[in-house]
Every structure is written in structure tokens, then in C-alpha cells.
């Protein structure tokens, strides 16, 4: 039977054979390493639960394992619990997580646009490259990432109208179309990591749109406070700066959305809806963005109104107005 | 369904806290017991209940793991009906949470914990063994997260689907089907309901282990 070396927030325990053979509460409830250590001296060939605790006394770990599962199954035979210590963990590590995590956010997603037009130069330009080699492929295969795969990791087997190069020009390609999908990889993990931050930052707003419409809108108000603080009208044409200068300049006719277009529900719907719903969503995002800036406090009832309103504009709007004349 | 009450269509649950609201909502007095009024358009759990879910398996002594737990509104009601148990409330937004730890500070049975639920081993040592797991955190991995987290399980679950945050470009009833199959791999499906007209596009699968 194996020892298994367990704790929660208040005690650690040496657990054998569903039975809990000793147990030290701990003294300072922020610093539980000593008694998790004095425990350990004792059970050496315990097995713990927790990672990062197991790695730094270079203890076994197994995760879930029994000695966890028995202890998760008895507290209340063990101990009482109280959530006073929940609390301040949260508090403190809400105090930590930093301020200006939209300054982060918004370096991050202009990183993300320059990535992306450098990943598009790149991606062409292996197309044009690769082209002469193998143009069949080209014509073939649509998907950029798919077409750069295809380029590193296969040979050209068939018959094709393509030069024959040496090896030399056909390695320098593979390790072009090699980089590319480095660089499109890292793309994708800095997508994660803007949803991720924003979804943290953002409750409400990333419950109405997609948090990487979120993070642009932020971007190009300049910060948070400055999103949280615009008229529903602005934010409607965030985005649209050149049309906007040129209605304002030239009478030209003004436009209807901005950055907000990106929004399947806008783009996807009819022409003569999209005005419509785009100022709804815009006075939407304005009520979220007040609301996670100020109280960060979750309201499913945001969200809800939107839907609401948009499936009345559907109703109402089915048809194509009649010009006229 | 211990302590909710159904009056004129609408539900309510019995105030742990009395006098105390959380979200503004209404206080009512029946048979000398104070109720709060429980928002559909607010909570999805609510929306299930009136849209039919036939059972809902909380006791007055149950351990709920409460995956999504944002600013608290869905777990005070939970917390008012484990009024013995214990609810263990995980929201990974430090802004979000701010609200329910003051919820807490009033709420002895409710515990907050600040983590990303896809990451069941940061938080194995601040809750224990449960009764239910009630998930609501419009991820598009959503299933995975529950999955990885029935290691805590002996007994039933709730999950909530929005089928936006999964696929913005397919229909939902093909989004519900699919999560649904995922689902069934690893537990037996009781209950799956839609939570129109109070939340579009979500659907409410009630789960044994
Ligand atoms: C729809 S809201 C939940 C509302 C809540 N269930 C209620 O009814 O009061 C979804 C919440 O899940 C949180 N969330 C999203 N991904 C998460 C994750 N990986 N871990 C923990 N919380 C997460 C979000 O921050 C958000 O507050």
C-alpha cells in the first residue's frame, strides 16, 4: 500500500490505506511548507497531489491520486471548514492581478495585426516561390497553413509542369515554408493568450461579442477607461476613422460601422439591417463596458437584450425596403 | 425541489440571508419564510426550471462544485438550497469575482476560489468531494473542462452549452447534438432542454455519473 502526502488549505495529511495516519494543521495558514515538510521527513516515500509543492521537495506525484480522493471524501469527519481563508486568498490575489493589464492587451493585439500582414507577405510569397517548383499545389491547395505544411514535410512525387531545381533551392523553400508555420503557431497561441486576458478583464463585454472584437475596440479607443467612457455613437464607427473624416469633410455619406462589422451577426445579415443592428450592438457594448470597468460585476441580462433585439430587427425587417422614387 | 417555490409562474428561493438581496431582486414572505425572486433572464438554472427540468437533485446538505461562478448571481440561489451543504464557487476573472466574494462574506456555505477550471489540479486541495457540478462558462472547449473535473464527482451535473462561444458558423441544434454525444461518453443524460425565450441559443443538459 503506498503513503500518499495530502493537504488543503488548513492541514496536511499522511494518508495510508483510507486512513489518515498523521495530520499537522498549519500554524500560518499563507506559509504551509513547514509543516508539509516536518510531515514529509517523516513519510518520505509519500506520494503527493500537488504539482508544484511535489516538485519543490522533489517528492513523487500523482494526480488525482487515493490519498486525495479519501481526503476530498472525509473532510467533514476530518475537520470544519470555514471561508473566511477562501476569501482572503481571493482578495489577495485579485489585489495582485495587475491594473494595467489593458496597456499588455493592447500591445499584444497590434502585435497580433502586424503578425498577421507579415504572415500574409509570407504565405504569398511561398506560394510564388514554391510555384515554381510544383505550381499544381498552388492551384490545389487554398488553405495557406495546410499549403506550407504540405511544402516542408512532402516531396513532389507526381509529373508536373513545375522546373526541375536543385536540391539546395528545394531546401531553402522547406525551411521558408518552416518558419512560416513557426511564426503562424505563435499566432495562434497569442490569439489564446488576448482571449484569455480578455475574457479575464472583460466578463460582460466578452459575453456580447467575441473577445478579440473586444480587445481591438480597446485598442483603438486607446485603453479601457477610455472604451468604457465613449457614447454608443462613437463606438458604432470605431474603426471607420477614414470614412468617418470623409463624411465629415465632404458630406460625404456617413458611415454605418466601424471595427463592430467584424460581427458575424452584422456582416452576415442583410445590407438594409446591418445600420440597425450595428447601433444596437454599439449601445450594448457601451452599457458592458461601463459595467466591467467600473464594477466588473456579471449581468447574463446584457447579452440577452441584445438577442432580443436583434431577432425583432429580423422580424420586422424581413424584406427589402421598396425605394423610392 | 427543496426550498424553491413556483407562485404565478414565477420562482423563488428561500433567503438564506434574510433581508439580504444580491442582485436587487424582489423579496417576498410566504407561509412566514422569506423568498427571493429567482430571474430567469439572469440565471440559466432558473430558465431550466421553468422550462421544465423535472428534477433538480439538491438536497439541503449538498457539496456543489460551481464551475463559472462570475458575480455570484446563480450561486446564491444554489447557496439558498444547500442551505447545510457547501457550494465551491470557481471564477477565473479577478473583476467578476469581486462581487461574489462580498456575496460570500455573508454566505457561510458559499467559498470562492480564483482559478481557471481548466486546471482542476490548482484547486484539488480547496474543495473536497461533491454531489453535483454545475457548469456555465461558455468556452468552446466547455465539455473538456467538465470532463476534467468529474474526477471530484459521485453523483449528478448540470451543464450549460452556449452554442455561440463554441461555433459561431454552425446551427446550435448541430453544436447541442454533438456536445451532447461528448457528454454521453462519460455520463448518462437525463434531462437536455433549450432555454428560449429567457437565454437564445443555450441548452440546459441535466447528467448522472
Ligand atoms: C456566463 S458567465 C456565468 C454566469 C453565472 N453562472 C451565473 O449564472 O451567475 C461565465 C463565467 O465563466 C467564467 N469563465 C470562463 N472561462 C473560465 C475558466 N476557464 N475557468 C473559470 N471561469 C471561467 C467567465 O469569466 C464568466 O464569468
Not at chain 1, 187 to 197: D, P, T
Not at chain 1, 245 to 272: C, E, M, Y
Not at chain 2, 48 to 62: Q, T
Request: a positive charge.
Amino acid at each position: 500500500m503506498k503513503e500518499y502526502l495530502v493537504f488543503n488549505a488548513f492541514g496536511a495529511f499522511a494518508v495510508k490505506d483510507k486512513k489518515v495516519l498523521e495530520h499537522k494543521f498549519f500554524k500560518d495558514l499563507k506559509n504551509p511548507i513547514k509543516e508539509i515538510k516536518e510531515l514529509y521527513e517523516k513519510y518520505p516515500d509519500s506520494v503527493f497531489e500537488n504539482r508544484e509543492i511535489a516538485e519543490r521537495l522533489n517528492a513523487k506525484h500523482e494526480f488525482p491520486n487515493e490519498g486525495g480522493i479519501f481526503l476530498r471524501d472525509n473532510i467533514d469527519s476530518i475537520m470544519k471548514l470555514d471561508n473566511e481563508y477562501y476569501i482572503n486568498l481571493v482578495k489577495e490575489k485579485i489585489k495582485k492581478a495587475s491594473e494595467s493589464k489593458d496597456k499588455v492587451i493592447i500591445q499584444a493585439v497590434q502585435a497580433l495585426e502586424q503578425v498577421d500582414q507579415s504572415l500574409n507577405f509570407f504565405f504569398e510569397r511561398l506560394r510564388e516561390w514554391y510555384g515554381l517548383y510544383f505550381p499544381e499545389l498552388c492551384d490545389r491547395i487554398e488553405n495557406h497553413a495546410e499549403f506550407a505544411g504540405i511544402v516542408k514535410n512532402e516531396e513532389r512525387k507526381e509529373k508536373s509542369m513545375g522546373a526541375d531545381l536543385e536540391d539546395t533551392d528545394i531546401e531553402m523553400m522547406k525551411s521558408f515554408a518552416d518558419k512560416t508555420l513557426e511564426m503562424y503557431n505563435f499566432r495562434e497561441e497569442l490569439v489564446r493568450y488576448i482571449k484569455e486576458n480578455i475574457e479575464k478583464l472583460t466578463p460582460n463585454l466578452s459575453n456580447l461579442i467575441n473577445p478579440l472584437l473586444v480587445a481591438k475596440l480597446i485598442s483603438l479607443a486607446g485603453s479601457f477607461k477610455n472604451l468604457a467612457m465613449l457614447p454608443a455613437s462613437t463606438i458604432q464607427v470605431l474603426g471607420a476613422e477614414p470614412a468617418l473624416f470623409r463624411h465629415l469633410r465632404k458630406g460625404a455619406k456617413p458611415p454605418k460601422h466601424g471595427i463592430i462589422f467584424q460581427d458575424p451577426r452584422i456582416h452576415t445579415a442583410p445590407r438594409w439591417q446591418r445600420g440597425k443592428i450595428a447601433r444596437s450592438m454599439a449601445s450594448k457594448i457601451a452599457i458592458a463596458a461601463r459595467l466591467d470597468f467600473y464594477s466588473g460585476e456579471f449581468d447574463e441580462s446584457v447579452s440577452e437584450a441584445f438577442e432580443i433585439r436583434l431577432d425583432a430587427i429580423r422580424r420586422k425587417y424581413k424584406e427589402r425596403p421598396k425605394k423610392r422614387r | 425541489m427543496e426550498n424553491i417555490i413556483k407562485k404565478d409562474e414565477r420562482i423563488y428561493t428561500k433567503n438564506l440571508v434574510p433581508r439580504e438581496t444580491v442582485y436587487n431582486e424582489k423579496l417576498i414572505k410566504f407561509e412566514g419564510m422569506e423568498y427571493r425572486y429567482w430571474d430567469p433572464f439572469r440565471s440559466k438554472l432558473s430558465a431550466a426550471i421553468l422550462n421544465g427540468l423535472h428534477d433538480l437533485p439538491l438536497k439541503k446538505n449538498s457539496k456543489v462544485l460551481y464551475l463559472g461562478a462570475a458575480s455570484g448571481t446563480t450561486p446564491s440561489h444554489v447557496s439558498d438550497i444547500v442551505e447545510n451543504g457547501r457550494v465551491y464557487c470557481v471564477e477565473f476573472s479577478p473583476r467578476a469575482i469581486r462581487k461574489l466574494v462580498n456575496i460570500c462574506e455573508k454566505r457561510k456555505n458559499m467559498f470562492p476560489i480564483l482559478e481557471d477550471a481548466n486546471y482542476p489540479e490548482r484547486y484539488a486541495h480547496l474543495i473536497e468531494n461533491v454531489d453535483f457540478i454545475y457548469q456555465d462558462i461558455a468556452q468552446p472547449n466547455q465539455t473538456e473542462i467538465l470532463i476534467k473535473n468529474s474526477i471530484f464527482l459521485k453523483g449528478y451535473g448540470a451543464l450549460c452549452i452556449k452554442a455561440r462561444s463554441i461555433d459561431v458558423t454552425l446551427h446550435p441544434e448541430k453544436i447541442f447534438k454533438r456536445e451532447k454525444k461528448k457528454l454521453e461518453e462519460h455520463f448518462e443524460v437525463l434531462e437536455s432542454l433549450r432555454l428560449e425565450p429567457y437565454a437564445k441559443d443555450h441548452a440546459f443538459f441535466l447528467f448522472k455519473q
